[in-house]
Each structure stands twice: as structure tokens, then as C-alpha cells.
């Protein structure tokens, strides 16, 4: 066999195998968009059809006529639910925001006040390395509901707000990112602080707070 056969097949064999994976990577991605297509269907179809049942007869929901479309269309459904429970659902939307707004302003500032002491050195705060133990031992060992049930008991906390604030005012991971960011912070700030005559709560509200402001927003 000549040299140049031998080039001429070649060729051949590497076109085949550029065709084969060419298939290959086309039949891959069919598969993959289609069980993806799949997934979409399970998710989309129990909305679709609930959807649809909000927008039809009452008599033809029960007689289960309703598929994906509404049946004798109306807005009855929830003008009904609306006319009886807008007072409920004004107070419950005021109570989520009222939750939202306190229970957020109120986490990060504890959660700040509480990473600052133990981000400094073990001189100017010895109990840094228990209480960053501490916060470590939360992370690991997730406290089991009976004994957060109990707590907020104890505390006289049921029937209030404060149940889902107050429990959740320092969340151990949010903290340790605080500790590593402020950490980060340069020591010649606090140095210049501290020549100027300011102690810790001045450096945490003119240093450590507007140069956090990023990290807090997280």
C-alpha cells in the first residue's frame, strides 16, 4: 500500500469519526432538552390545571370537566373569596411586611454587633474563639424542632411576632461571613481610631458598618 493510500484512508477514518461524534453530541443534546421538556411538564401541568379550576364553574369542577382550560369561564371563584377574607388578607400581607422589614433590620444589626467583637484579635477580646466555636457548633449540629418549640414556650413568645423573629436574629453562617469579611478590614483604620481617641463603638459605626455595607446587603 502506497504512502499516499494510506493518507487517503485516513482521511476517511478521522471524517467518520468527526461525523459519529458530530451524531453523537446532537443525540446527547436531544435527550438532554427532552427529559428537560419532561421535567417542565411535571412541574407546569398541576399549575396550569389548578389554574384553570380557579377560573371555572364550581358544578364543573366537581363534575371534573376542567383540564388545562378553564370550563364557563368567570371570576366568580375569587370574587367570593376576596368579599370574605380581604380583611384577613390585608392583615396577614401588613404582618409579612412588618416581619420582613423589623425582623431583617433587626438580624443584621445584632448579627454585625455580634461578629465585630469576635472578629478582633484575642487580646482586645479573649472569648472570640469560644463564641466562633459556638457558632461553628450551630452550623454543624441544627437544633431539633421539639427543643426550638420549647424555647420559644419557655420564653412566653407564643402567639406573637417575636416567635419568628427573635429565634432567628443570628443565623450562625451569616455570621461567620461577617467575621471573615471584617477581618479582612485593615488594622491601620482601627489603629488611626484608636490614636484619635475612639474605642470599639465608635470604629464599628464609622468604620466597620459603611465599609460593610455590601457584605450586609447580602
Sequence with gaps: MSHQDQRRRGGILSRIL?????????????????????????????????????????TEVDAGRVALLPVKFTFGNYYFYYRRHLESLLRSFLVTVYITVVGTGWSVLISALTAFPVSRSRAEFRFGPIMMGIVVFCIVFV????????????YGLMDTLWAIILPHTVIAYHMVLLVMF???????????????GGREPRMFWSIVLPLSKAQLDR
Design 18 to 58: 468527526r461525523r459519529s461524534r458530530r451524531t453523537g453530541s446532537v443525540t446527547g443534546v436531544l435527550i438532554i432538552n427532552l427529559l428537560i421538556f419532561i421535567v417542565l411538564l411535571i412541574v407546569t401541568l398541576p399549575i396550569i390545571h389548578e389554574v384553570a379550576k380557579s377560573f371555572s364553574y364550581p
Design 143 to 154: 437544633p431539633p424542632v421539639i427543643p426550638y418549640f420549647l424555647t420559644v414556650r419557655t
Design 182 to 196: 471584617f477581618r479582612q478590614l485593615p488594622q491601620e483604620l482601627f489603629d488611626a481610631c484608636y490614636i484619635d
